[in-house]
């Protein structure tokens, strides 16, 4: 049975027109029908959420699991690449993720940088801030990009290779895991014990220094050259070059920064 849209008496499927009033079924056959349209959509919707299935995540919870996914992964990518570089080194020359390479040398400085700030604070008579946290990893972090940024001319234009910058800081840095561990030792020395153990930490600070030294040669005299120069020359230049920038930024401003650490150089000597 249908039921009338004017009066709201009840009339055959079959028929046409209202028996009580007259008006036209088919219209409201048509209204029905509409109307069901309309509000199929909407039921659906109601049913589908009241389930609680697969209801659609809000825009901000999908990019926060992104997000998530990514560092996860980019942490995953650099253990392994720490792992297969601080087992064997030689390996580092087939590593190509860029971004490994840079979180190498962001934590080098970021380790170094947390280091020195517990030795300042515990030698120097004034305190040790933020500002100086952060120019102390400014200052390493430029250490180590002048050490790349060497390399990579070195080996664009004198050995004539296509590597990019950031394939060279990774192979780079990964002769550079050793250090890691290194520093990470140097600092939990200088949180448990920053007045007994100086002599302990600037020996592992020279060792990480030499390691640095060899690293930087190791790469160059293992690299492939197209050059008519010899490598010892080559690696010569690269020394002397990185030297000079070096003098030239401890002549610039960094003099007045390794002041605050003037009490610990002065405990182990």
């Known amino acids: 049975m249908k039921i009338c849209s004017n009066c709201g008496s009840e009339i055959k499927e079959d028929a046409k027109f209202c028996t009580e009033c007259g008006s036209l079924a088919e219209k409201q056959e048509k ?121 990579y001319f070195l080996k664009k234009v004198v050995y004539k290779t296509n590597e990019s910058f950031g394939v060279v800081t990774t192979q780079l840095g990964g002769l550079f895991s050793a250090a890691v561990l290194l520093q990470l030792i140097m600092l939990i020395f200088s949180v448990l014990s920053p007045g007994g153990s100086v002599t302990l930490i600037a020996t592992l600070s020279l060792l990480t220094l030499l390691i640095s030294f060899i690293a930087f040669n190791i790469y160059l005299f293992q690299s492939t050259s197209n050059s008519k120069l010899d490598k010892f020359y080559i690696a010569l230049i690269g020394n002397l070059l990185i030297v000079f920038i070096y003098i030239a930024i401890i002549r610039f401003g960094v003099t007045t920064f390794m002041e605050n650490y003037e009490y610990i150089f002065n405990s182990v000597l």
């Open 31 to 151: 209204k029905d029908v509409h109307t069901q349209q309309q509000q199929a959509p909407q039921q659906a919707s109601q049913h589908y959420t009241a389930q609680g299935q697969n209801e659609a995540p809000e825009p901000q919870a999908v990019q926060m699991n992104i997000n998530q996914e990514k560092v996860n992964k980019l942490t995953q990518n650099y253990f392994s690449y720490f792992k297969r570089t601080v087992k064997n080194p030689s390996l580092s020359f087939t590593e190509v993720n860029p971004v490994n390479g840079y979180i190498q040398f962001g934590l080098l400085s970021l380790l170094f940088s947390i280091m020195m700030i517990f030795l300042a604070n515990w030698y120097s008579y004034s305190s040790v801030g933020f500002i100086d946290f952060i120019r102390s990893f400014a200052i390493q972090c430029a250490v180590y990009l002048i050490m790349v940024g060497v390399t």
